[in-house]
């Protein structure tokens, strides 16, 4: 299970990548949030994918799930949606008020 969820760490990586070399401020915005969600399963798939009951004191169990993964996993969630809605309101007004969401144009290159 560990090697599938590794390649489809790769996957995402390597998508979200893609999508950062782009030229449109969109394809970014989406490429940093898919990159996001990748280090959300890379985190996961270190922190252990065994099955295991939950680490309560009175209980006797050979084996158990750590949380602390997951808490780190929920609060960057939390952080990414935030971080991904204030871009895509900054991109708007941009798009609102330069009327392109290429990024030369936005960096003052024009093509020849």
């Not at 782009?22 to 969600?37: E, W």
């Not at 935030?82 to 290429?102: C, I, M, P």
């Amino acid at each position: 299970m560990e090697t599938i969820m590794s390649v489809l760490v790769g996957l995402l990586f390597t998508i979200g990548t893609y999508l950062i070399l782009t030229k449109s401020l969109l394809r970014i915005i989406l490429g940093t949030s898919v990159i996001s969600h990748g280090v959300h399963l890379l985190i996961l798939t270190m922190g252990g994918l065994k099955k295991g009951g939950p680490p309560l004191l009175g209980e006797r169990g050979s084996s158990y799930t750590d949380a602390i993964p997951q808490a780190l996993i929920l609060t960057a969630i939390v952080i990414n949606f935030a971080t991904t809605a204030l871009f895509l309101v900054l991109s708007y007004r941009a798009y609102k008020q330069l009327g392109t969401d290429d990024m030369d144009k936005l960096r003052g290159i024009e093509d020849e």
